[in-house]
């Protein structure tokens, strides 16, 4: 584990991987486990009992709640916020299932107990209330399936190009 900053609260009984990297003013709440490989931004509140992956690059001033089970390779933009209670406040919570691959842009909120699909992706801002399919693109508030992965993947290759 590479701490960036000595002033990251780190709890208890947390399991980081191997060449798991932490910037500022980061808090990994008790019982959290980080696979290898991942990185965590600046200002990144992970709270207890969270499972994140491998590979896995969480933004800064990302919220992640307890019970929230993260797999490998997803990428998190910043200022995304996870939920884990519908009825707020309440003494019974359900995290949120994130699969392998997914991505998540800025500014997006996740309702507590949805289960975002294998390598789906959620556009910045967007307000996702329901579950996401596998390979899917979904934007909007509330967010709604645009278009498939294969499309996305084109129109990110064109960006890249310079189209």
């Known amino acids: 584990m590479e701490s960036r900053h000595p002033i990251n609260h780190i709890g208890r009984n947390v399991k980081l991987g191997r060449n798991v990297k932490i910037w500022h003013f980061t808090y990994i709440g008790d ?38 089970v993260i797999g490998d390779d997803v990428f998190i933009g910043p200022g995304v916020i996870i939920t884990n209670d519908p009825y707020p406040p309440s003494k019974r919570l359900i995290g949120t299932v ?45 967010a709604k399936p645009r278009y498939s992965l294969e499309e996305y993947l084109r129109r990110k290759a064109r960006w890249e190009e310079g189209d």
């Open 98 to 142: 994130i699969e392998d691959g997914a991505v998540i842009g800025a500014g997006a909120m996740i309702k507590a107990g949805v289960r975002i699909g294998r390598r789906a992706v959620i556009g910045m801002g967007a307000v996702v209330t329901r579950d996401v399919p596998p390979e899917t693109v979904v934007y909007g508030n509330p």
């Open 31 to 68: 019982n959290t486990e980080i696979g290898d490989d991942t990185k965590i931004g600046s200002l990144v509140h992970i709270d207890y009992n969270v499972k994140i992956g491998s590979r896995c690059m969480i933004e800064g001033m990302v919220y992640i709640p307890p019970l929230t």
